[in-house]
């Protein structure tokens, strides 16, 4: 058997996003027989104070001391990296990973270099109103020399219905919120959508949005497969992200 790492998911950030992501993981390797999975330790703590209410003001509690003590948990343990599925907490990312001796993959830095690597130009960015402005994708393609956009009010007010109004209240996402935000994206002359709040790709496949919009990046999938290679295990080949 190759040399294989237990990674650590700081998960619960939401519920639903780490079940998806949990899937992905498995969907994305390569296995014959149970022990060619990967090992990971899962921290849900569906408790953790909601990033997006911190981030405007609205809730008081920050998930940053939270998240680090779950960190620690998870390293403790014996995980050798760390994985979290979650755009917005990626706020609190610095915060949450500074007192550890084991690196932890940074979902926003993977998404976009994925979206580089595939040769894209201009990103269009959807996520959670948190997202939208502590500016975690601006600031990563800008790095990366990669232009972006953000949508509209309008749009984005329909985006986060569709997280928090929808995918997190456990109902069915309205095809019409994330459709109008794609075109509105693709006709600001983006060449590349970025999927930046982790129960997005759970509605784009509910709505089964994948042959019109093929250029969509799937941040919970990019991030299951750099988890398949952290622990050592084998990935699958190409597959859409």
Wanted: aromatic residues 4%; hydrophobic residues 35%; proline residues 5%.
């Amino acid at each position: 058997m190759q040399n294989r790492n237990m990674i650590g998911v700081l998960g619960g950030l939401g519920p639903w996003a780490t079940e998806e992501f949990l899937r992905m993981v498995f969907e994305e390797t390569e296995a014959s027989c149970d022990q060619d999975y990967p090992d990971l330790l899962v921290m849900n703590r569906s408790t953790t104070p909601d990033r997006t209410a911190h981030i405007l003001g609205s809730c008081p509690d920050s998930p940053g001391p939270a998240m680090a003590r779950d960190a620690k948990i998870l390293e403790n343990a014996g995980c050798s990296a760390i994985v979290i599925p979650c755009n917005t907490s990626h706020v609190y990312y610095d915060e949450a990973t500074r007192d550890l001796h084991i690196p932890a993959l940074h979902l926003i830095r993977e998404v976009v270099a994925e979206g580089k690597k595939q040769g894209m130009k201009c990103l269009g960015i959807l996520g959670t109103e948190g997202t939208r402005r502590s500016n975690l994708y601006g600031i990563a393609a800008e790095e990366m020399g990669i232009d972006y956009r953000i949508l509209s009010e309008e749009k984005q007010a329909r985006i986060s219905h569709l997280i928090y109004g929808c995918m997190k209240a456990g109902r069915p996402p309205e095809r019409e919120d994330l459709v109008s935000a794609f075109d509105e994206l693709l006709n600001a002359g983006c060449d590349g959508l970025v999927l930046g709040c982790t129960e997005l790709p759970i509605a784009y496949r509910a709505l089964g949005l994948e042959k019109d919009y093929p250029m969509a990046l799937d941040s919970l999938r990019i991030l299951a497969r750099r988890t398949v290679e952290e622990s050592g295990c084998r990935l699958k080949g190409n597959t859409h992200v």
